[in-house]
């Protein structure tokens, strides 16, 4: 499967005139992703125009996934407290291209990698932390489930991202 984007490269990829309408998106992107990412703290992907402006972008991290907030589906067949699963840290969108689907697209990449990855580190879910109503119905409506525990934290089972991703 291709991808949209790219491994963050500080060197090629320009941040500065990234703005998604959302500090704490912006300042991660410019100040910090590229200490994370020498820190092996995560992984960031850009998506960018001609002129390698960033238009777009998301983190990937691993983590685990506790008993309390399987589905219904894996309580019933994993006998573990935890299992592996992929983080997607952050995801932003040049406030120029919200909107027109970018988004979408993005998210789709994300899954793309993690749906791959799995066979190198395991993974049962992606889980995402919404920051807000408006980016949990965004991830809703791809497939995210609320945990009980915490209505913003949504994951997805890797059986549904294959579904959605072919």
């Known amino acids: 499967m291709s991808y949209i984007t790219d491994p963050f490269n500080k060197r090629k990829h320009k941040r500065e005139l990234f703005d998604c309408h959302d500090h704490d998106l912006n300042h991660y992107l410019k100040r910090i992703l590229s200490q994370d990412i020498a820190k092996n703290l995560g992984a960031g992907y850009v998506c960018t125009d001609e002129n390698n402006e960033i238009i777009g972008y998301y983190t990937l991290q691993n983590t685990v996934v506790s008993s309390r907030d399987y589905t ?13 699963s992929f983080l997607i840290g952050r995801l932003g969108i040049h406030r120029e291209h919200q909107g027109k689907g970018l988004g979408a697209k993005i998210l789709r990449d994300a899954l793309i990698r993690c749906f791959e990855y799995k066979s190198y580190s395991g993974g049962h879910y992606v889980v995402v932390d919404a920051s807000s109503e408006k980016a949990k119905a965004f991830y809703e409506r791809y497939g995210f489930i609320s945990t009980e525990r915490d209505p913003m934290r949504l994951l997805i089972p890797m059986k549904s991202i294959q579904r959605f991703i072919t």
């Open 72 to 84: 219904s589906e894996t309580t019933k067949k994993v006998r573990y407290s935890e299992v592996p």
